[in-house]
């Protein structure tokens, strides 16, 4: 594990899922956190089950306005003293035809996922050139280089997140400043795990996945923790995929298709 002790972490949409995960795993490795979210109660129920929950504290922050993006950065920046990492994983995932996206269902989606990372970086990156270093890491997805329907916005936005963070990364790394993202494919969220009863949800996935089994939250985290440590030094403009091998390819044949069974 590595060794996060005089760090300081801002993740946002930590409240559940992947960003709940990646909260426990940066205060388990001694990191200071500051764990930001839409709903209270779920943040302080992150918090509380953490092991180290004494490195977390919490703030109420709806990424989708601009100006409370802003103020997120710069409260977590004076509050903690410095900002060593950030975790731009809040995002929205609407299912509606392209047909039928309504404009402001769009712009929300852009908003949550593209505009969200590209403020609380741009605020971050300026914060971290100051000092001479700092991590960022973006929560991209599969769905940035394989399209999903019916999820248009939901796709270009991560396309448009894997972009961003190349760009970050050429303009910042002789600043001293990384910007990586992991692209998760699916993984055990309590969305997913609501689908997980129904066969139908269930084979179709599995079958798209060499390893036929869905990520856990935490496999995730540890990839994210990986690039914003020490030992990804000479990491910059990557995006990581932990899918299980789900953009590897597909089988021709289905009678030859091996059935869902995990792999151990």
Known sequence: MQDFSDRRVL??????????AVVHAFAEAGARVRSVGRDR??????RSAARAPERIDTAVVDVADPSAVHTMVDDAIEDMGSLDVLVNNAGVAPSTPALDIPLAQWRETLSVNLDAPF???????????????????NIASTDSFQAEAPQADYNVSKAALVMLT???ALELGHLGVR????APGETRTPMIAEEEGREDFRDYYLRKIPMRRFGEAAEVASVVCFLASDEAS???GETIVVDGGSLTGGWYDPRDEPGSTPAR
């Open 179 to 182: 910007v990586n993202a992991v």
């Open 11 to 20: 993740v946002t949409g930590g409240s559940s899922g992947i960003g709940a």
């Open 234 to 236: 000479y990491v910059t």
């Open 119 to 137: 403020i609380a970086s741009q605020v971050a990156a300026r914060h971290m050139v100051g000092r001479g270093r700092g991590a960022i890491v």
């Open 166 to 168: 190349r760009s970050f």
């Open 41 to 46: 109660d779920r943040l302080e129920s992150v």
